[in-house]
C-alpha cells in the first residue's frame, strides 16, 4: 500500500493506531469492525508481527485502523522491531485505541502498553475487551489499573469476538478524528 493515495470527503477522517499487549483481540477486534477477514487472529503470541492496515468508510467518516503487533518486554531483534512499529504508528496517527484483555490480570506488559501510548501524547481511548468471558468486577480492576497510568480516558467494555460494544466504540472513535473536507493523505 505504499504510496497509495486516498480521496476523503466531508465528514470524519483520520489514522487510529491499536495497541495492546498479545492476545488481547487487536486483529479479531479489526476484522470484526471491517466485516472482512483481513488480519490472522490465532491464541499464538506475534500472529501480527507488522502493521497491518483496514479501512473502514461510511456515509460519516473514513477510518484507517492500524493492527500492530503485540506489547511485550523486548528480548530478541525482532521484538525490537515490533516495539518501533508500535511507536512509530503511535507517532504517525491520530489516535490510539488500546486494548486490553479484561480475563487476565494487569501485569508488565499491560504496564508497558499504557506507559507506551502515554509517551505517544496522542488521544486515546480504551476499550476492555473479551466480556463475553470475564465479569464486570474484572472489567473495572483492569480498566482502573490501565487509567493509573494513561490518567483518564473514555473506556468502553467490549467483545471484539461477539461484536457487543463495538458500535458505541466506534461512533466515539469517529468524533476523535478530524473533519476532513476533500483532502488527500498518502498512506505509507
Known amino acids: 500500500m505504499e504510496g497509495l493515495e486516498t480521496e476523503f470527503g466531508e465528514g470524519r477522517v483520520g489514522f487510529v493506531t491499536i495497541v495492546g499487549r498479545p492476545n488481547v483481540g487487536k486483529s479479531t477486534l479489526l476484522n470484526e469492525v471491517l ?9 499464538r ?3 501480527t508481527r507488522k502493521r497491518w492496515l483496514g479501512i473502514l468508510s461510511d456515509a460519516h467518516s473514513q477510518i484507517i485502523f492500524a493492527d500492530t503487533p503485540g506489547v511485550h518486554s523486548a528480548g530478541s531483534r525482532m521484538q525490537e522491531a515490533m516495539a518501533r512499529t508500535i511507536r512509530n ?33 496522542k488521544p486515546v481511548v480504551l476499550a476492555v475487551n ?5 465479569s464486570e468486577s474484572q472489567a473495572r ?10 490518567g483518564e480516558n473514555p473506556v468502553f467494555n467490549i467483545s471484539a469476538l461477539k461484536s457487543e460494544g ?17 483532502s488527500t493523505r498518502a498512506i505509507s
Not at 466485516?35 to 491464541?43: D, E, G, I, P, Q
Not at 507517532?91 to 499491560?110: K, S
Not at 473479551?130 to 470475564?134: E, F, S
Request: hydrophobic share 40%; proline share 4%.
Open 89 to 121: 504508528e503511535i507517532e504517525r496517527n491520530d489516535a490510539v485505541l488500546c486494548l486490553c484483555d479484561a480475563t487476565r490480570a494487569f501485569g508488565e506488559e499491560d504496564r508497558r502498553v499504557a506507559e507506551i501510548v502515554r509517551e505517544g501524547g
Open 141 to 150: 480492576e483492569i480498566a482502573d489499573e490501565y487509567r493509573a497510568v494513561l
Open 166 to 182: 463495538v458500535s458505541p466504540l466506534l461512533d466515539y472513535i469517529r468524533q476523535m478524528l478530524p473533519r476532513g473536507l476533500s
Open 45 to 47: 503470541p506475534n500472529t
Open 35 to 43: 466485516s472482512y477477514h483481513l488480519t490472522a487472529v490465532s491464541n
Open 130 to 134: 473479551k466480556l463475553d468471558a470475564a
